[in-house]
């Protein structure tokens, strides 16, 4: 179990995202979309949802000063230019079932300021590919529908271009659903929680490096720095005790204890040891607003 964590923050020119995430059903009672063979006809895979408000939470103050400082306003931008564009197909059959298709879309008409008009839903369009060889989408949520509350769990693989990605297999996404039309108008007070293992944060560079010590991420965590507060790992994923981390002089870890308080492992690296598989709780929240959802290429 776990989710990694990367920032692309060079991407200032980034364009549409790949399409490289999946489709779901769309409507309640009704079969999942299956992916056509070609987008010749342009066949529309249905009402969809895309998500016009991302921001990184999490447990404790830690994770929102990390997003506010460092995510937040980011991947806004990228929204509201076009670059970021993460849909959603909610299928919700007659027991309340529901499979929670998500994957990347670029727009129409390449014009950002009308993505989210949900009294004239954009067309948003997501690759074939984004289907796997039997027509099932290559990356869903599987959960079901409570009265309006969603709750679907699953794998997730996102590399959001410009702002973050992470790779989850104990993902859970939740939110309240509002119906419209023929299918449903938003996706609100919606969140994406997994657990981030220590060392996909230690993948990230430091930064801060210029006022706060410590090469990567983690090294940043752990320390604390001005308004971040030191952070040890809150999930014991291995299940024998949390992980913990010590950094020398320089700022950067060079001391791992594994989660039996017994074994020690020292020198810069020890993070990259498999026993260090503890983790910090993740927290993406999210709105979706209606959209319609063209297959093409």
Same mark, same amino acid.
């Given at each position: 179990?776990?989710?990694?964590?990367?920032?692309?923050?060079?991407?200032?020119?980034?364009?549409?995202?790949?399409?490289?995430?999946?489709?779901?059903?769309?409507?309640?009672?009704?079969?999942?979309?299956?992916?056509?063979?070609?987008?010749?006809?342009?066949?529309?895979?249905?009402?969809?949802?895309?998500? /016009?408000? !991302?921001?990184? *939470? &999490?447990?404790?103050? %830690?994770?929102?000063?990390?997003?506010? =400082?460092?995510?937040? +306003?980011? @991947?806004?931008?990228?929204?509201?230019?076009?670059?970021?564009?993460?849909?959603?197909?909610?299928?919700?059959?007659?027991?309340?079932?529901?499979?929670?298709?998500?994957?990347?879309?670029?727009?129409?008409?390449?014009?950002?300021?009308?993505?989210?008009?949900?009294?004239?839903?954009?067309?948003?369009?997501?690759?074939?590919?984004?289907?796997?060889?039997?027509?099932?989408?290559?990356?869903?949520?599987?959960?079901?529908?409570?009265? /309006?509350? !969603?709750?679907? *769990? &699953?794998?997730?693989? %996102?590399?959001?271009?410009?702002?973050? =990605?992470?790779?989850? +297999?104990? @993902?859970?996404?939740?939110?309240?659903?509002?119906?419209?039309?023929?299918?449903?108008?938003?996706?609100?007070?919606?969140?994406?929680?997994?657990?981030?293992?220590?060392?996909?944060?230690?993948?990230?560079?430091?930064?801060?490096?210029?006022?706060?010590?410590?090469?990567?991420?983690?090294?940043?965590?752990?320390?604390?720095?001005?308004?971040?507060?030191?952070?040890?790992?809150?999930?014991?994923?291995?299940?024998?005790?949390?992980?913990?981390?010590?950094?020398?002089?320089?700022?950067?870890?060079?001391?791992?204890?594994?989660?039996?308080?017994?074994?020690?492992?020292?020198?810069?690296?020890?993070?990259?040891?498999?026993?260090?598989?503890?983790?910090?709780?993740?927290?993406?929240?999210?709105?979706?607003?209606?959209?319609?959802?063209?297959?093409?290429?």
């Amino acid at each position: 179990m776990g989710i990694a964590l990367a920032w692309a923050l060079a991407c200032a020119g980034c364009t549409a995202p790949p399409a490289q995430l999946a489709d779901a059903g769309s409507l309640a009672g009704d079969a999942r979309v299956d992916a056509p063979t070609n987008d010749a006809l342009g066949r529309s895979a249905g009402p969809g949802l895309a998500v /016009d408000q !991302l921001a990184l *939470t &999490g447990e404790g103050a %830690l994770f929102a000063l990390l997003g506010s =400082a460092l995510i937040n +306003d980011f @991947a806004a931008q990228r929204i509201a230019a076009g670059q970021l564009l993460l849909a959603l197909q909610v299928d919700v059959g007659v027991d309340g079932d529901a499979n929670v298709g998500v994957f990347f879309a670029s727009d129409s008409d390449d014009d950002p300021t009308d993505n989210f008009d949900v009294e004239q839903p954009e067309r948003l369009i997501v690759s074939t590919s984004a289907f796997d060889a039997t027509g099932a989408p290559v990356v869903a949520l599987v959960g079901s529908v409570d009265g /309006d509350e !969603l709750t679907a *769990t &699953g794998s997730l693989d %996102l590399a959001l271009p410009g702002a973050l =990605a992470f790779a989850a +297999d104990d @993902a859970v996404l939740s939110g309240t659903l509002v119906s419209g039309g023929d299918g449903f108008d938003s996706l609100r007070d919606a969140s994406v929680r997994a657990t981030m293992p220590a060392l996909a944060i230690a993948s990230v560079p430091n930064l801060l490096i210029d006022m706060c010590p410590g090469d990567d991420l983690l090294d940043l965590m752990v320390n604390g720095c001005g308004f971040l507060p030191p952070a040890q790992p809150t999930v014991d994923v291995d299940g024998d005790g949390l992980e913990r981390f010590v950094t020398g002089a320089n700022g950067v870890i060079d001391l791992c204890i594994d989660g039996d308080g017994v074994t020690e492992l020292r020198g810069v690296g020890c993070v990259n040891d498999p026993t260090m598989a503890d983790g910090y709780t993740f927290e993406l929240s999210m709105h979706a607003t209606r959209v319609e959802l063209v297959l093409g290429e």
